[in-house]
């Protein structure tokens, strides 16, 4: 039987697994952009540290399982997979037999390709692990589509602005799948990654925070969400377009995951022109 190891990429190569992945686009956009988000993060905080683990230390097909250990998530990791169809067995067996990974440490896999569910599924299993499996759609939208994105015009009493850390509560008080273990996330995307607001004046001519988005520590684009008593009057599309324009000039694909029954969000990403990668999973790991 063949020998399947899992070895960490060593950093020297990381920059060329990360032109496969690219070569592979759309189906890797979610290691491509989780890997360029973690990478940017270590740079800024102290003690992460970003792993990429193939099978046998081989990168050239771009299936790999990537974690982010350290101070952002407490004692927690995150996590990305993704193999090919050809790939899938060897990286199993790799991982099952891995003394390497502590899977019970592990929050969540962002975002798993449907053809990838079954194996990380059966690897949890193996190690002892639960889950909890959230079905979405997951929808791109090319680069240079949202390089040149065209932006709405803005109504008289909107402006549209990053989000900063007095934000951080709203954020996530309006989250409908929020938990307490993705704050710290929620604070490093509004320090390092992307974020867009769309603030409304209202009739005391105070600025209120109406719709919200962010580049999130996965590479998606989430956290999307509109207050509820700002609904319909087109304030997520505008937020939305912003933030396509944004990740679009820095020559990356945007991506979002919408769970199955977000009917409201699936109307929005279709009328904005995104199309169907396919169905994913979130997959949150249980001890
Ligand atoms: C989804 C959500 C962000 C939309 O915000 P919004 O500001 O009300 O959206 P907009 O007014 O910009 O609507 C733009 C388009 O989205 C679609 N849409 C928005 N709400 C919809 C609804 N309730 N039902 C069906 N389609 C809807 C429509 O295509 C709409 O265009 P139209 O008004 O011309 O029909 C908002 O409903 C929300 O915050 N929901 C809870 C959080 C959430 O689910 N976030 C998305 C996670 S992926």
Known sequence: MADFRLKEVPLENISKFLEVLESKLPDTVVPHQWIK???????????????????????????AICLADGPVEGNKMIAAIYATEESQEALTNAAISTSLIDWKRIKIFYAVLERNIPMVREILTNKGCGDIEKRCFT??????????????????????????????????DNWPIFDEEYTPYVLNTIKFNLTVGVFVKNSRGEEELASMVMHRESGEVGLLQTVPEHRRKGYAEIALAHIIKLIGQKGLMPFATVLVENKASRGLFEKMNFEVQGMSADIDVKE
């Open 37 to 63: 988000i973690q990478k940017n993060w270590e740079r800024h905080i102290p003690g992460l540290k970003v792993r990429i683990f193939t099978v046998n230390g081989d990168w050239r097909d771009g299936s």
């Open 139 to 172: 929808f791109y939208l090319p680069s240079e589509k949202a390089v040149d994105y065209q932006l709405p015009q803005l109504p008289e009493n909107v402006r549209v602005g990053p989000l900063g850390e007095q934000h951080l509560q709203i954020l996530c």
